[in-house]
Structures are given as C-alpha cells and as structure tokens.
C-alpha cells in the first residue's frame, strides 16, 4: 500500500502531486506486451558475421606468444583480430572527462589481469564458426602470482595488477592513493567519547544479470560512415570511446539506442560498440558482438565488493561526536566506473548525520577480479548499508532505542555537512517517526515532538575552527610509469576544538513496559552496566568559526513531502 503522508511540510510545497495510487501506463507498455518494442537484436543484415573472443583462463599472466595461424584457415573465418589492429588499445571511460588515466586495453597484448580477459577476436559467419577457430589459437601464457582481496592487494611485495597504477590504487587528485574527507577533529573526540564502537562490514560483487545480455551490431553506410544498434545505457559514453579507441572523428558513427532489456548499470561503459565497428571496419561487412549468458555471468562488469571500517565515538546519552571511515572498492583488474563510486560515496558521508568530527580514507583497490562497474546507486548503496548496521551496533552498545538514536542524531534543516555544505530538504526525523508508528516500535514522546525544521543551524552550521589534516597516502608523479610512495612523517599539533553541536536535551532511553513492539521485532533492552548520561563533550575552538554564505531558494525533492520550497 502507498501512502502520501501530506501533514509532514505541507505549508513548504503546492497540493498538485496526485499521481501516486494511480493506474498509470508506461509509454512503452503495449510494445513489451505485444513483442513489438525494438531491440539492437532485432536488426538484420545480409551477410552479417559474428565477432566472439578468446579469453584468459587465468586470473594473472604474461602472454609469452599467441598463434592465430590454423584458426585464419578454418572455414568461415573472416578476420582474426589481434591488440595490434586496435588504432588505440587503451582506455577507461572517464577519461572522456579528464578523469583517470587510460588503462584498459580492448584485447589484451602483454599481459592479462583477470579471467575472461579478451586476448583475439574472431569474426566469422557463423558463431559456430567462431568457436571453432577460437579453439584452434595457441597462447603460451607465464602465469603470475595474483591477489583477490583488497586489503592484501596494497599491502608491499603485492602483485601489482594494473601497469597503469603499479601500486594497485586509484591516484586521486593526481596527489594521494585515496579519496580524503576531514572535518573536525576525529581522533581527539574519540579519545573524549563515553563509548568507541568499531565495525566491519563487507558487501560481495553483484552481477547486474540484465535479460538482455550487452551487445551491439555495426553496419557500413554511405560516405565513409558505420551505423550502430546498441544496448548501451549511456549512448554519448559509448560513441566517444568507440571514436577516441578507433581514432575516427564521431561524425563518423552513427549510434542508435533505444529498449534497454535490462541494464541497471551494466551497459554503461561496454566496449561492445568499438569491437563491432572494427569487426566492421575490417571485413567491410555487419559485424554483431554479442555475450552470450555464460559470458554476461563471467566478464560483465559487476558491482564492486566494498569493505567498510567504521569507528564511532558516542556519549552516554547517544550523541555522536566523531565518525572515522576506512573503505575498500574492489575495482577489479582496471579502473571502468570504481573511481567515480568513491567520489559519490565519500559524498554520502557521514551519512544523514549531524556528527562534528568526520573523517574518511577510501580507496580505489585494483585485484585480479572481473572489473567493476555502475550498478543502482552504486557508491551510495554499500556504504549506506554500513552505516545503519552500524547504528545498530552503536544502539544496542549504549542500550539505547535504535530509531531515538537516529532521530537524536539527524540532520536538520541549516546543519553543517562534513563537506562544508549546509543541510536542507532534510526528513529523517519523520521518516524515523512513520517507520515507529507503522512498525508499533515505541518512541519517547520528546521524539514524537521533533521536527527537521527546528532545531538545526547556529552552532551546528559552524564549520570546525580546526580541522586535522595529513599527507597519508602522498603520491608523487602522475605518469603511468611514475608512481611511488613518498611517505610523509605525521607529527601531530596540539588540536583544538569547535563547539559542540546543539543537540537536543533527551533523557537515556528505559524501555518502557507497556512497549508493544511489532511481531517478530527483536526486544531491546539497555546494556549491562550502561553508564549514566552525566558525560560531557565540550571542545573548546581556539578561534570564532564562520557560518556557510546561505545560497539562494531552490526547490527539492524530499522522499517524503515530493516539493519543499526554500
């Protein structure tokens, strides 16, 4: 059932969203229903040959040779495609947009990073026929040591996976092997904190699994030009890679998407186009370049694994005044869309919290696993999954009411972000406060009373009059052969604090007896020995801290209250 819950900021927003609960049809529906909706398969071309791969069957190893004769010779084929027919053999998708340094080759030449890396394509009449020669290619591979686990990835004497990044991290800002985050003064608050709670949370690579596996079918037109129908998500991503690796002027192809069967990240940043219009462009004929469901399994890019280390120091009545982050993406063997997860994920910190004293080291890890890609708000989805267990954690560590936790601690309007931007739109407090009513969970009337419009700014839209910074992870040089660690000795200053946020005066939580949690809810009692809230945390700054300049109105969406006008 949905329910619009129109009390909650109804003096903020217009009384016109009244499409929810409605039977409204999708513009597309009667094609799916009917088989009638077009897909980059259901294009046909006289004389169309097919294109597959011969992949690694290792997870790390130098190609010594690679022989292609007898597969040349066996009937069907029409091209054996090696990495020195790839105009430009390298590539990672960002670098469209200056982001990253190229990394990926579309078939591998020296070495190969993960199992499923392509090695030779072979475009033939038949996919049968493409098989076949596949089977008759001779590559006498060295294996190598590999690593799969990211923390052993950049331990020293690792393999080193990845020739563009040596030391198997990302280098962001062409200055340190991690994305930073640093406001306040975490390790000092912890040292102040009633509590310290630790945490270590893990999420495994996810397969997309789309219906439709990727793929793509490139065609020769007049004047010099190649048409494309593809599966892609991203049409402009894919027709600027496929003209960068081919070096063709993009006025050259002709791209045309259209139905997705299924995509959910997985079809953002295929090389399927590139490979067919060189298929193409060698044979002069239709070349399609299709995975089969074995191959989408294997080599599609998946979510990545992340790994997750939170440290939280709390008081006795709940408030949290540090949060430290050390997080893991698992790009794989090279770069596709990990680096840009991280950026997106140490934007989402500290999660939907007001805590004082925040601070994060992510890294971008290269392993000898398939390569890592976009998948539902992926960069957001397993860090968020991290913090909210580890409220839990933190709850159940100071016997406090789990949902009275993250209502206390909850941004409100005009609060200061770790990222030096103040909070609005901001609805967790009545989310919290639905959820308890829905579940039967009780809470505190004093929780029953708060609202995301009262009681944030002033203090708490101060940014911090110190901020503990560091040279942790300096990289020097931003050459792809010019990677090397220069550590930097840390010699800590004598820190000074800014003032504590404002939070509200609340009793500790006591359960109380006529509770009547939902069926099946786990009951929560306050620990052992669980110290009073008679604790104090009262940094004090050495200099007035500056309110954020307020930014002009604008209108956002909440997850509750569809439009809130500032």
């Given at each position: 059932?949905?329910e619009?819950?129109?009390?909650?900021?109804?003096?903020?927003?217009?009384?016109?969203?009244?499409?929810?609960?409605?039977?409204?049809?999708?513009?597309?529906?009667?094609?799916?229903?009917?088989g009638?909706?077009?897909?980059f398969?259901?294009?046909?071309?006289?004389?169309?040959?097919?294109?597959?791969?011969?992949?690694?069957?290792?997870?790390h190893?130098?190609?010594?040779?690679?022989?292609?004769?007898?597969a040349?010779?066996?009937p069907?084929?029409?091209?054996?495609i090696?990495?020195?027919?790839?105009p430009?053999?390298?590539?990672?998708?960002l670098?469209?947009?200056?982001?990253g340094?190229?990394d990926?080759?579309?078939?591998?030449?020296?070495?190969?990073?993960y199992?499923?890396?392509p090695?030779?394509?072979?475009?033939?009449?038949?996919?049968?026929?493409?098989?076949?020669?596949?089977?008759?290619?001779?590559?006498?591979?060295?294996?190598?040591?590999?690593?799969?686990?990211?923390?052993?990835?950049i331990?020293?004497?690792?393999?080193?996976v990845n020739?563009?990044?040596?030391?198997?991290?990302?280098?962001y800002?062409?200055?340190?092997?991690?994305?930073?985050?640093?406001?306040?003064?975490?390790e000092?608050?912890?040292?102040?904190?009633d509590?310290?709670?630790?945490?270590?949370y893990?999420?495994?690579?996810?397969?997309?699994?789309?219906?439709?596996?990727?793929?793509?079918?490139?065609?020769?037109?007049?004047?010099?030009?190649?048409?494309?129908?593809?599966?892609?998500?991203?049409?402009?991503f894919?027709?600027?890679?496929?003209?960068?690796?081919?070096?063709?002027?993009?006025n050259?192809?002709?791209?045309?998407?259209g139905?997705v069967?299924?995509?959910?990240?997985?079809?953002?940043?295929?090389?399927?186009?590139?490979?067919?219009?060189?298929?193409?462009?060698l044979?002069?004929?239709?070349?399609?370049?299709?995975?089969?469901?074995?191959e989408?399994?294997?080599?599609?890019?998946?979510?990545?694994a992340?790994r997750?280390y939170?440290t939280?120091?709390v008081?006795?009545?709940?408030?949290?005044?540090?949060?430290?982050?050390?997080g893991y993406?698992?790009?794989?063997?090279?770069?596709?869309?990990?680096?840009?997860?991280?950026?997106?994920?140490?934007?989402?910190?500290?999660?939907?919290?007001?805590i004082?004293?925040?601070?994060?080291?992510?890294?971008?890890?290269?392993?000898?696993?398939t390569p890592?890609?976009?998948?539902?708000?992926?960069?957001i989805?397993?860090?968020?999954?991290?913090?909210?267990?580890?409220?839990?954690?933190?709850?159940?560590?100071?016997?406090?009411?789990?949902?009275?936790?993250?209502?206390?601690?909850?941004?409100?309007?005009?609060?200061m972000?770790?990222?030096?931007r103040?909070?609005?739109?901001?609805?967790?407090?009545?989310?919290?406060?639905?959820?308890?009513?829905?579940?039967k969970?009780?809470?505190?009337?004093?929780?029953k009373?708060?609202?995301?419009?009262?009681g944030?700014?002033?203090?708490r839209?101060?940014?911090?009059?110190?901020?503990?910074?560091d040279q942790?992870?300096m990289?020097?040089?931003s050459?792809?052969s010019?990677?090397?660690?220069?550590?930097?000795?840390?010699?800590p200053?004598?820190?000074?604090?800014?003032?504590?946020?404002?939070?509200?005066?609340?009793?500790?939580?006591?359960?109380?007896?006529?509770?009547?949690?939902?069926?099946?809810?786990?009951e929560?009692?306050?620990?052992?020995?669980?110290?009073?809230?008679?604790?104090?945390?009262?940094?004090?700054?050495?200099?007035?801290?500056?309110?954020?300049?307020?930014?002009?109105a604008?209108?956002r969406?909440?997850?509750?209250?569809?439009?809130?006008?500032?």
């Amino acid at each position: 059932m949905i329910e619009f819950r129109k009390e909650y900021f109804a003096d903020e927003r217009d009384d016109n969203l009244n499409e929810i609960g409605k039977p409204t049809q999708r513009q597309d529906m009667l094609g799916h229903v009917t088989g009638r909706s077009p897909y980059f398969d259901d294009h046909l071309f006289d004389g169309l040959l097919h294109l597959k791969c011969l992949r690694s069957p290792h997870h790390h190893a130098r190609i010594r040779s690679v022989d292609t004769s007898e597969a040349e010779r066996m009937p069907g084929v029409k091209k054996v495609i090696r990495a020195r027919d790839v105009p430009l053999n390298l590539n990672t998708l960002l670098s469209l947009m200056d982001f990253g340094l190229d990394d990926e080759p579309m078939l591998a030449d020296k070495k190969v990073c993960y199992v499923g890396e392509p090695v030779v394509a072979v475009v033939a009449e038949t996919e049968r026929a493409c098989f076949d020669a596949i089977a008759k290619i001779r590559v006498d591979y060295e294996v190598l040591p590999h690593v799969l686990d990211v923390e052993e990835a950049i331990k020293p004497g690792a393999p080193s996976v990845n020739p563009t990044y040596p030391t198997n991290t990302f280098l962001y800002h062409e200055k340190y092997d991690h994305q930073k985050l640093r406001f306040g003064d975490v390790e000092a608050a912890l040292r102040q904190a009633d509590h310290v709670v630790e945490g270590r949370y893990q999420m495994s690579p996810i397969e997309q699994a789309p219906t439709e596996t990727c793929g793509a079918i490139a065609a020769p037109e007049t004047n010099n030009r190649f048409v494309v129908y593809t599966s892609t998500q991203a049409l402009f991503f894919s027709l600027g890679t496929a003209a960068k690796m081919l070096k063709v002027s993009s006025n050259r192809l002709h791209f045309i998407g259209g139905t997705v069967g299924g995509g959910f990240g997985g079809k953002v940043d295929s090389i399927h186009e590139p490979m067919a219009i060189l298929g193409c462009m060698l044979t002069g004929k239709p070349v399609r370049y299709a995975w089969d469901r074995e191959e989408e399994m294997q080599v599609g890019a998946p979510r990545g694994a992340e790994r997750w280390y939170i440290t939280d120091g709390v008081m006795n009545d709940g408030r949290i005044i540090a949060r430290k982050f050390i997080g893991y993406f698992d790009s794989g063997a090279y770069t596709r869309l990990s680096s840009y997860a991280i950026i997106k994920g140490t934007g989402h910190l500290p999660g939907p919290y007001t805590i004082p004293n925040v601070s994060s080291d992510v890294y971008c890890v290269f392993t000898n696993r398939t390569p890592a890609t976009a998948m539902r708000g992926f960069g957001i989805t397993g860090v968020d999954f991290s913090i909210e267990a580890h409220m839990d954690k933190v709850a159940s560590k100071i016997g406090m009411n789990p949902i009275e936790l993250r209502i206390l601690n909850s941004y409100r309007d005009g609060d200061m972000k770790a990222h030096r931007r103040l909070a609005k739109n901001t609805a967790l407090i009545e989310c919290c406060q639905v959820v308890a009513e829905k579940a039967k969970w009780k809470i505190g009337s004093e929780y029953k009373a708060m609202s995301s419009l009262k009681g944030g700014g002033g203090e708490r839209a101060l940014i911090p009059a110190h901020t503990a910074i560091d040279q942790k992870g300096m990289v020097r040089g931003s050459g792809t052969s010019s990677f090397g660690y220069q550590p930097q000795p840390y010699v800590p200053s004598t820190p000074t604090f800014p003032s504590t946020p404002a939070f509200p005066s609340v009793p500790a939580y006591t359960p109380a007896a006529s509770s009547s949690p939902a069926p099946g809810a786990p009951e929560r009692r306050p620990a052992e020995n669980a110290p009073t809230p008679s604790s104090t945390y009262n940094p004090t700054p050495s200099q007035p801290a500056t309110p954020v300049e307020q930014r002009p109105a604008v209108n956002r969406f909440s997850s509750i209250s569809g439009l809130r006008r500032r």
